[in-house]
């Protein structure tokens, strides 16, 4: 993996590391609503196939925004620096598109949905960052 620089002496993500981060992050958003949807309906696609999209799409939308808000790609495995504001964006931006669309909002739903999206989006990063670390420094 190439590293480029955007600024002397900082390198930026690859884009190979900057795309398997956002898949990451997708893949486990849609984790999130898969799992919810098995718990609480009728199935993980139900509704003729479509359930799981229609919990799924305001998560990955606000996704998508958290990642550029954070401007993730420059630093896409970095815990705080891109997961912190990415899970933020994620859960507050997804409930809100969620209200709008006349999805359920209820308060022990927010409190689940922020807790295990800051362990999937911001927990992958920090396990991924120590085993970049220690695969840096190895241990004498």
Same mark, same amino acid.
């Given at each position: 993996?190439?590293? !480029? =620089? @955007? /600024? =002397? *002496? /900082? =390198?930026t993500a690859s884009a190979r590391a900057v795309v398997a981060a956002l898949v990451v992050d997708a893949v486990l958003v849609v984790a999130f609503a898969a799992i919810g949807r098995a718990t609480h309906h009728d199935g993980v696609l139900g509704e003729g196939g479509s359930g799981l999209a @229609? @919990? !799924?799409?305001p998560f990955l939308a606000a996704l998508a925004a958290g990642w550029l808000a954070s401007l993730a790609w420059r630093a896409p495995l970095a815990p705080l620096r891109a997961g912190a504001p990415i899970w933020l964006v994620t859960v507050v931006g997804g409930m809100l598109l969620r209200a709008l669309s006349g999805q359920g909002t209820a308060v022990p739903f927010i409190v689940v949905a922020t807790l295990t999206l800051l362990a999937m989006?911001? *927990?992958w990063r920090a396990i991924a960052s120590l085993a970049v670390r220690a695969r840096r420094d190895p241990a004498p």
């Open positions: 993996m190439s590293e !480029a =620089p @955007t /600024r =002397p *002496g /900082r =390198p @229609t @919990t !799924a799409w989006l911001v *927990g």
